[in-house]
Nanobody
Framework: QVQLVESGGGLVQPGGSLRLSCAAS????????MNWYRQAPGKERELVAG????????NYADAVKGRFTISRDNAKNTVYLQMNVLKPEDTAVYYC?????????WGQGTQVTVSS
């Protein structure tokens, strides 16, 4: 079955950096677009970044452009989110997402807290 497992979250000061990882299994990872979403308390889940199958096309939410970088390693079935110059408003649970055979799959999420 499809499994997505995020890791790398934590507490970081404003201006700091974190790198999130999402390990995928149960499907042909290199054949699917991968996304990172986030959900802050009291807010709807929002798309943060997406990456095409070969990693050539990348999309970002306006709020993270220039600060976050999505990448993937198809040999390791893993997608990453490098987050730099973090701001308090980046605080959220971050989720990995894949749409496989028309169904959306999600990881359990990893908490990112940006606070001094």
């Amino acid at each position: 079955q499809v499994q997505l497992v995020e890791s790398g979250g934590g507490l970081v000061q404003p201006g700091g950096s974190l790198r999130l990882s999402c390990a995928a299994s149960g499907f042909s990872f290199s054949s699917y677009f991968m996304n990172w979403y986030r959900q802050a308390p009291g807010k709807e889940r929002e798309l943060v970044a997406g990456i095409s199958r070969a990693g050539i096309t990348k999309n970002y939410a306006d709020a993270v452009k220039g600060r976050f970088t999505i990448s993937r390693d198809n040999a390791k079935n893993t997608v990453y989110l490098q987050m730099n110059v973090l701001k308090p408003e980046d605080t959220a649970v971050y989720y990995c997402n894949a749409r496989v055979y028309g169904n959306d799959y999600w990881g359990q999420g990893t908490q990112v807290t940006v606070s001094s």
